[in-house]
């Protein structure tokens, strides 16, 4: 089997390490002997989203987010496109706004998104934030189970109508809202950095075999040792009180 994985905005969109998310889906490919195709895509640079299995966007500041945006703009279509081919999306902070109708920031400036999705994200209070470690449980292919990242948005996202998670400590999509993220069978977008996928084994797996299906219809990962990766996991996990 082989998989294609496109970065978007890679020299941009790449705060608290995301760079970790592409080279975990690559290496946990490659341990089960699928060859994977990593192409990076920044602003101006021509790439065919159809021609992908997976489209991952990190997280990025409101600057960076205005910088791209027009560019992401102006993909619209192929976006479009590749989601009605069944590609797979990570889309990381940043990244989840923009495929939300709208993201309005402190002075009111509205940064108008792709519109992919019902949720909007506003400012929230200067002196509020949402920022920390956080611990969440979610269920993907069947199986319900826990996860662990880092969060730090200002932006409170709303409307949410299919959250990727229930938060068990930490904030979420708002300060007090309760779930994190969203998510469809295609889609999976998080505030969660850290980066997300080295202590997450189930969801990176889970992410795989959506990418993986576009071509290849459901496929069966056979286990890899991930003693270590849980080990991760469950010193936060502890560290939260959410063993």
């Known amino acids: 089997m082989n998989l294609k994985i496109l970065w978007m905005y890679h020299d941009l969109m790449d705060l608290y390490g995301d760079k970790g998310n592409a080279e975990v889906l690559r290496r946990r490919a490659e341990k089960r002997g699928i060859e994977v195709q990593l192409d990076t895509c920044t602003i101006g640079e021509e790439k065919n989203i159809d021609e992908y299995d997976l489209f ?7 600057k960076e987010q205005n910088l791209i945006f027009a560019d992401l703009l102006q993909r619209k279509q ?5 989601m009605d081919h069944k590609t797979a999306f990570l889309l990381i902070c940043g990244g989840y706004q923009l495929f939300g109708q709208y993201y ?5 400036n509205v940064i108008e998104g792709l519109k992919f999705f019902d949720y909007y994200t506003v400012a929230g209070n200067r002196d ?6 956080i611990a969440v449980e979610t269920t993907m292919d069947g199986k319900t189970f826990k996860a662990v990242g880092f969060e730090n948005h200002g932006g409170q996202t709303k409307n949410v109508s299919t959250p990727f998670a229930k938060v068990l400590s930490g904030h979420g999509n708002e300060m007090h809202s309760g779930f994190e ?5 295609q889609v999976l977008a998080t ?4 980066p997300l996928l080295p202590k997450n084994p189930d969801i990176a797996d889970a992410i795989l ?3 993986l299906k576009k071509r290849y219809g459901e496929v069966t990962l056979e ?8 080990q991760a996991q469950n010193v936060m996990l502890e560290r939260l009180q959410c063993k």
Do not use: V, W
């Open 56 to 62: 991952f966007l990190g997280g990025g500041a409101d």
């Open 78 to 82: 192929s976006i479009q496109t590749a």
């Open 104 to 108: 309005k920031d402190q002075d009111g």
């Open 128 to 133: 509020e934030r949402c920022i920390g470690n």
């Open 181 to 185: 993220g969203f998510m469809n069978e």
């Open 191 to 194: 505030y969660m950095h850290g």
């Open 209 to 211: 075999k959506r990418a």
């Open 223 to 230: 286990p890899l040792d991930d003693t270590i990766e849980y």
